[in-house]
C-alpha cells in the first residue's frame, strides 16, 4: 500500500528514480522524461523477463530526484550508477585507464604521454584507445619539432644566471639550447601551437607553415635546411594519409552505433576532426534487464563523451536517440556520413565476433549458453535446443534408398549418436514415404529403449517432407513434445508444422549457420553411405555376371583382395589359393574378353 501511494505521488517531471530493497540496498537507478509514468510501468505491464519480474518483487521503496531537463537527467544517472553501481544497472564492462597526451603549463612547455590527469593548468589531449597511436603521434611530433626533454625550472632568472648548462640532445640536434637562452620563448611558443593542431587534427597550418619555410630556404640558397624541411613536410603527409579521411567537410562530430545479441550490446564510438577519424572505441554492456538499444545507447553516449571528454555539439547515431535539446542528433540516411555510421557497426560487429572466439577459447560455457538462446529466440523455441537431431533421405531414380540421422549436442555434431537407415517399405522414389519411415523407426527405438529425445528436429526438405514427418511423430503419441522445423534448400526457408509461410533468417545469422550445417552433415553422411551401398552393388553384379561364380565366391574374393581392381590385377596363381582352379580361371577368362 505505501509503495502505491509513493507511486501516485511522483511528480510527471524530468528525473532520476531510485529502487531499494528492504535492507536499504539501491537495486536500480534509471533516468525518465516523466517520473510517474516511467515508474508505473513497472507496476502496471506484465515482464515476460524473469530478471525484471525479480526486481519488481524487491523494490521496498522508491526515491527521486526532479532536474530540469533530461540532459541532466542523463547525466545523473551516469553518475549515480558510476557511484552506487547497483546489481540491476548495466555498467561499461571497462575499466582501463587510456593515456593522454600533456601539454605541460611551464615556460618552454614539455609534452609528453601520461595517464594521470593532474588538475595543474596543463593541456590533456586524449584519451587515446590505443597507446600506439599516441607513441605514433608523439614520435612524430619529436620529428618535426625540436623540443626540450629535460625536467629543468626555465625561469627568466635561472636562464640569465646560467644556471643550466644544454645537455646530450642540443649537442645531436634534437634541442634548441632553451636552457641557456639559444631559443626565445616567442619561437618555442610558435611550434607548440601547430603541436596543438596537429593533436587536434588539423594538419593544414602546420603543413602550409613548413611549405613557406622550406621555400624561403630555398630562396636563400640553404639547400640542406630546404631538404630537412622538406622531409618533414613527407613526414608529415604521410601522417595523415594513414588517418582514415571520411570527409574534410565533416568536423569536430561524434559517431555511435550500437549492435545487440541476447546478453550483450557493444558500442562502437568514433572521434572525427577535420574529415578523420582521430579516435576509435568499442565498449561492451552486459544487459541485466530488458534494455533496449535506444536506452543502452544513450547510457553509452553519456558515459563515453565524458570518459574522452568529448565536447562536439553533434552526434550521428543509427537511430533517434534523446540527448536533451544542447546536442544536434542526426541520423545519416544516405552520402557519406551513412557510410561513417556504417563503418562503426562493422567496427561493432568485428569487435562482437573477436569477443566471441575469445569466449569459445576461454569460457565454452558461455559459449554454448549463448548460441542455444539465441537458437530458442530466433526459431520460436520453448526450450533451449541442447539436442538436435536432422535427417535426410537419398536414392537415384529410387533404387538403394538410404536416409541419415545426424546428432549435434551443445551446436557441436555427436558422431558416436549419427545413424544409417536401409528404408525397408518403401518401394520406388518416394522422399515423403522414406521420411515417414525414418522418423518412425528412429523416434520408436528410443522410446523403446529409453532414451532422451532431441528438443528439436530438422528435415531437410520443405512441407511434404515436414508433413510426413508429423505423421510418425503423431502415431508415436509425440507431437508437441519436439519441436520440428523442415528447411528448404533454395531459398534457406523455415518451415513449421500448420504454418503455411516460411521463416526467413538473416543470412548472417549463427542459429541459421548452425541448421545449415545439421543439413549438409546430415547430406554427406547420407551420401557416404548411399555411395557405398551402390558400389556393393555394383560391385557384386560384375563378379555374378561370371558363369559359375556365386555370391561366397564373391564374398572370398573381395576379403582378400580388398577391391574390384586387385582382383582384376590378381594372377592366376594368387586366385587359386583362394577360389580354386577352375573359378579362377573362368575370372582371367572374364576380364580378358572384356578387355578386348
Known amino acids: 500500500m505505501e509503495l502505491e501511494i509513493q507511486i501516485k505521488t511522483l511528480p510527471s517531471s524530468p528525473g532520476v528514480y531510485q529502487y531499494y530493497d528492504i ?66 544497472n548495466v555498467m561499461l564492462k571497462d575499466d582501463k585507464t587510456y593515456p593522454w597526451i600533456c601539454i605541460k603549463k611551464e615556460r618552454f612547455p ?46 627568466k632568472k635561472n636562464i640569465e644566471i646560467k644556471k643550466y648548462k644544454v645537455c646530450l640532445d642540443f649537442h645531436i640536434g634534437n634541442c634548441k639550447g632553451a636552457c641557456e637562452g639559444f631559443q626565445t620563448e616567442e619561437n618555442y611558443l610558435e611550434d607548440i601551437v601547430s603541436i596543438r593542431n596537429i593533436i587536434k587534427g588539423n594538419f593544414k597550418e602546420s603543413l602550409k607553415l613548413f611549405q613557406q619555410l622550406m621555400m624561403r630556404y630555398a630562396s636563400e640558397m640553404k639547400f640542406e635546411e630546404a631538404q630537412k624541411i622538406k622531409e618533414k613536410i613527407e613526414l608529415l603527409a604521410n601522417y595523415q594519409a594513414k588517418s582514415t579521411v571520411v570527409n574534410p567537410s565533416i568536423t569536430n562530430v561524434d559517431v555511435f552505433s550500437i549492435i545487440s545479441d541476447e546478453s ?26 530488458e534494455e533496449t538499444d535506444k536506452e543502452l545507447l544513450e547510457l553509452a553516449i553519456i558515459e563515453i563523451r565524458q570518459r574522452f571528454n568529448s565536447l562536439s555539439k553533434e552526434i550521428y547515431v543509427p537511430f533517434s536517440v534523446d540527448l536533451g535539446e544542447n546536442l544536434k542528433i542526426t541520423i545519416p540516411k544516405l552520402g557519406d556520413k551513412k557510410r561513417i555510421v556504417d563503418l562503426s557497426l562493422r567496427n561493432a560487429k568485428y569487435y562482437r565476433q573477436e569477443r566471441f572466439k575469445q569466449i569459445k577459447i576461454v569460457d565454452p560455457d558461455r559459449h554454448v549458453k549463448r548460441i542455444m538462446a539465441q537458437m530458442q529466440k530466433d526459431l520460436r523455441l520453448t526450450v533451449e535446443p541442447r539436442h538436435i537431431e536432422c535427417f535426410d533421405n537419398s536414392n537415384i531414380q529410387g533404387t538403394n534408398p538410404v536416409a541419415a540421422c545426424v546428432v549435434f549436442k551443445d551446436g557441436k555434431p555427436s558422431k558416436k549418436d549419427y545413424r ?58 509425440l507431437r508437441n513434445k519436439i519441436a520440428i522445423i523442415g528447411i528448404a534448400k533454395r531459398l534457406e526457408e523455415i518451415y513449421y508444422p500448420n504454418d503455411p509461410i516460411p521463416l526467413y533468417l538473416d543470412k548472417t545469422s549463427e542459429s541459421l549457420k548452425i541448421i545449415q550445417r545439421l543439413r549438409d552433415e546430415a547430406h554427406r553422411f547420407g551420401i557416404t553411405h548411399h555411395r557405398n551401398k551402390r558400389s556393393k552393388g555394383a560391385i557384386t553384379n560384375e563378379l555374378e555376371q561370371v558363369l559359375g561364380i556365386g555370391k561366397q565366391t564373391v564374398v572370398s574374393l573381395m576379403r582378400h583382395f580388398k577391391s574390384v581392381k586387385r582382383i582384376k590385377l590378381a594372377s592366376l596363381n594368387e586366385m587359386e589359393k583362394v577360389v580354386g582352379k577352375n573359378r579362377a580361371q573362368k575370372i582371367k577368362e572374364y576380364y580378358q574378353k572384356k578387355d578386348t
Not at 63 to 72: A, C, F, G, M, R
Not at 454 to 474: F, T, Y
Request: net charge positive; hydrophobic share 35%; aromatic share 10%.
Open 23 to 88: 535492507d536499504g540496498t539501491i537495486l536500480y537507478i534509471g533516468k525518465a522524461k516523466n517520473l510517474k509514468k516511467r515508474v508505473s510501468s513497472y507496476f502496471t505491464k506484465k515482464h515476460e523477463y524473469g530478471k525484471t519480474k525479480i526486481l519488481v518483487k524487491k523494490i521496498v521503496t522508491i526515491k527521486h530526484i526532479v532536474v530540469d531537463t533530461e540532459t541532466d537527467a542523463l547525466l545523473l544517472e551516469n553518475n549515480l550508477i558510476k557511484k552506487y553501481q547497483p546489481r540491476y
Open 110 to 155: 614539455r609534452i609528453f604521454l601520461t595517464r594521470n590527469v593532474i588538475k595543474d593548468g596543463s593541456e590533456y589531449f586524449g584519451p587515446y584507445t590505443s597507446v600506439r597511436t599516441a607513441k605514433a603521434l608523439l614520435d612524430l611530433i619529436k620529428e618535426l619539432y625540436l623540443l626540450r626533454s629535460c625536467s629543468y625550472f626555465l625561469s
Open 264 to 289: 550483450f550490446s557493444y558500442i562502437n564510438f568514433f572521434k572525427i576532426v577535420n574529415g578523420a577519424i582521430i579516435q576509435s572505441h568499442t565498449s561492451e554492456i552486459k544487459k541485466k534487464l
Open 420 to 477: 544409417h537407415f536401409n528404408i525397408k517399405t518403401v518401394e520406388g522414389p518416394d522422399d515423403f514415404a522414406s521420411m515417414e519411415e525414418v522418423v518412425f523407426r528412429r523416434y520408436k527405438r528410443l522410446q523403446e529403449e529409453g532414451l532422451s529425445l532431441p528438443q528439436l528436429i530438422v528435415v531437410d526438405g520443405g512441407k511434404g517432407q515436414l508433413s510426413a514427418s508429423l505423421k510418425s511423430l503423431e502415431v508415436l503419441g
